[in-house]
């Protein structure tokens, strides 16, 4: 009944428009009140416990080293070294898309950030090219939603203070998915782009290669502390995101210098409002999460899933799926915190990994920003290449359902997650 009831209230507060946060508020206090706990003191205590969270600290510092990436040239030096190194094959623009993907991806850990980029950047080029700008569109949102994955990641920190999972195992445990995400869609854009006939761009010289490489190699520099900073414990998540703000707003006004330091404050003010949307939906789902405890519903969500607990597999199938179902109606934030609390508990009764369930749940919340209809990346891309959303749609299918299919392989062979991962982790 409980389940029922949080649920019922939380789905019945968006249907009538109440944004995500107070609508977690709303199903919280539904709860208190069929619980006969409702206090007030109670519930403004667990918002601001919510929020009070060192390792969210990663939140605010990841947002802006995504900005200042954007404003201030990395991305788009990382965009020219993808374009030399690829952009003379066949499709090969859309394959510049994707390797400049999986390297922002491991900059910025923003699907929306990297995605902006990317469409700003190489969807006119593809159009003028001959591509189709929807399918062009749906590749670009696709790899867009490779950041979430590949550490640093967001998506992550999140999971991993929701979860209480070790953020720094989920962050290496991710680069092998993150990277296998990039190959199905590269797979399925030659799939595409061998029925298109479009002449590639002339093949980068040596020279040319090379200046790109050296332009870029200060960017290139930032995910290789980051991961090499966690393997070697000599920084947690928190101080790598602290580490990667400075680097880049070092690199960008003293190196590139194309970020002057009038636009600072834009930048700033742009991170906030980001982390502010975030900090807000942790605090307010915290509210449930301690409820959801005390209401004991991850034992009632045991029970209903008893037939799958013998299975693991079939167990992540069937999570898997109610993921995903999710994730056509609501953005990654709230699902991992709303779905992470009560899922972790039958997770851990299965004896599944806790940080190999972490990837995919990511990952999964991750395609579920493509998918329709919600899907914040999409309209982003809309947004950017002044699209329909039905072109986005449409383009997009194909590499959605490559992104898939790599989800459910993880799911049937977990080793392809857990044996990278204990390497990385040593």
């Keep these: ?26 199903s919280g206090i539904a709860l208190m009140w069929h619980q006969d706990l409702f206090d007030a003191q109670i519930l403004a205590q667990n918002v601001i416990n919510g929020a009070d969270s060192f ?40 394959f510049v ?42 590749l670009i949102a696709s790899a867009g939603i490779i950041a979430p994955v590949i550490p640093p990641s967001i ?14 195992k989920l962050f290496l445990a991710g680069i092998v998915p993150g990277l296998l995400m990039g190959l199905s869609i590269a797979l399925a854009w030659y799939w595409v782009a061998k029925r298109e006939n479009i002449e590639p761009p002339p093949r980068a010289s040596a020279a040319e290669m090379l200046e790109a490489l050296k332009e870029s190699t200060w960017a290139l520099f930032l995910p290789v502390i980051v991961i090499v900073g966690l393997k070697m414990g000599v920084f947690t ?15 960008a006004t003293l190196v590139y210098r194309e970020l002057h330091w009038r636009q600072l404050t834009s930048v700033f003010v742009s991170a906030a409002r980001t982390t502010a949307v975030i900090m807000f939906l942790v605090a307010a789902a915290m509210v449930s999460a301690w409820l959801i405890t005390v209401a004991d519903i991850p034992r009632q969500l045991v029970a209903l899933l008893q037939p799958f607990m013998d299975n693991p597999v079939l167990l992540m199938v069937a999570i898997m799926v109610l993921v995903m179902a999710v994730g056509t109606a609501m953005d990654m934030t709230p ?13 851990k009764a299965a004896g599944i990994d806790p940080v ?10 991750a395609i579920g920003l493509i998918t329709p209809p919600v899907g914040t990346v999409l309209n982003v891309v809309a947004g950017v290449g002044r699209m329909r959303m039905d072109e986005v749609v449409r383009g997009v299918l194909p590499f959605m359902a490559a992104q898939f299919a790599v989800m459910f392989l993880l799911v049937l062979f977990p080793s392809i997650v857990l044996v990278p991962m204990r390497w990385f982790v040593g």
């Design 335 to 347: 699902t991992i915190l709303i779905l992470a609390p009560m899922l972790m508990p039958v997770v």
């Design 155 to 168: 998506g992550f920190v999140v999971f991993g203070v929701a979860a209480n999972v070790s953020i720094s």
């Design 356 to 365: 190999y369930f972490g990837v995919l749940f990511i990952m999964n919340c």
């Design 1 to 26: 009944m409980t389940v029922f009831i949080f649920l019922g209230a939380l789905l019945a507060a968006m249907a009538i428009g109440v944004p995500i946060a107070y609508a977690l508020l709303v």
């Design 97 to 138: 898309a994707i390797l400049a993907a999986c390297m922002l991806a491991a900059l910025s850990g923003s699907a929306v950030a990297d995605t902006a980029a990317l469409a700003a950047l190489l969807l006119p080029m593809m159009a003028r090219a001959g591509h189709d700008k929807g399918r062009a569109g749906g």
């Design 55 to 94: 390792p969210l600290l990663a939140v605010p510092f990841f947002m802006l080293a995504g900005e200042i990436m954007n404003v201030g040239g990395l991305s788009k030096r990382i965009v020219r070294l993808a374009l030399t190194l690829v952009g003379h094959k066949r499709g090969g623009l859309g």
């Design 237 to 251: 998540p928190t101080e790598a995101a602290a580490v990667a703000a400075v680097y880049a707003l070092l690199v």
